[in-house]
């Protein structure tokens, strides 16, 4: 079958070719919806990074404390319950259970449930690594901030947590890249993302093969463009002695 990427260039309303593939607000080409779409897609994927990121921290830190066993398993509950629901399932409860049960949330738009439950579902995985990045590192590094007059939390903050991250930036890597595969369930509560532009759009135009195609490699595109800047970051904070897999603190 030939290809007529020329389908981007038509009107979404009339089916007309427009010239310079580029329409308007009020009538949009393909082209427009799918970068409208992408946008929506990023912004989703950034902001549910965001929240991991935050969330993540706090219950993998919880996870560590010394001699607060009610703050750990606090963290095990977390971690296991957002971990063991599916992702499609989280985001029906929080689009449709969560505002049912909590009055304020039924003001609140569809982008930001979908952030809370895809935010929330990588936090789990996020906080597993903060864990082990914490665990990983000798003790004495804890003892010697607490020698030093430092607070707990003051320790975790300048001493352990700055070691961990540069520790497990490369999983870390791995979850923010699925994070952006898991945004295309976005579409389940009609969110504008790739995945609902590609169903739609191939329904109006019939051609699956070029804008699946064209999804495919947008999809791509985000993901290496979070691995590039997160493999910078990596590269930039890399502890001297340790990369290679060579220990030396």
């Not at 990121?53 to 509950?77: D, E």
């Not at 947008?218 to 993901?223: E, G, H, N, P, W």
Request: hydrophobic letters at 50%.
């Amino acid at each position: 079958m030939a290809m007529d990427w020329e389908v981007f260039c038509r009107d979404t309303l009339t089916g007309d070719l427009v010239s310079g593939c580029l329409g308007t607000s009020r009538d949009p080409t393909y082209l427009n919806w799918v970068a409208s779409a992408w946008g929506w897609t990023s912004a989703v994927s950034l902001s549910a990074l965001l929240l991991a990121l935050a969330a993540g921290s706090v219950i993998g830190v919880l996870r560590t404390l010394p001699n607060n066993p009610g703050w750990a398993r606090f963290g095990n509950v977390w971690v296991e319950l957002f971990r063991g629901i599916p992702l499609l399932v989280q985001i029906f409860l929080w689009y449709h259970v969560a505002p049912a049960l909590i009055g304020p949330m039924k003001s609140l738009p569809p982008f930001v449930l979908v952030m809370l439950a895809l935010g929330f579902f990588t936090s789990a995985r996020f906080a597993e690594q903060v864990r082990s990045g914490i665990e990983s590192l000798p003790r004495g590094q804890r003892q010697a901030g607490l020698a030093l007059g430092l607070t707990q939390w003051q320790t975790y903050r300048h001493v352990l947590l700055p070691m961990a991250y540069r520790i497990i930036l490369p999983p870390l890597t791995s979850e923010s890249m699925n994070l952006i595969k898991n945004s295309a369930a976005a579409f389940a509560v009609s969110i504008p993302e790739l995945t609902q532009f590609a169903m739609q759009a191939t329904e109006e135009t019939s051609r699956p093969v070029e804008v699946y195609l064209a999804v495919t490699a947008l999809y791509i595109v985000t993901a290496v463009a979070v691995y590039l800047a997160l493999h910078w970051v990596e590269r930039r904070s890399r502890v001297p002695g340790f990369a290679g897999g060579k220990k030396g603190y």
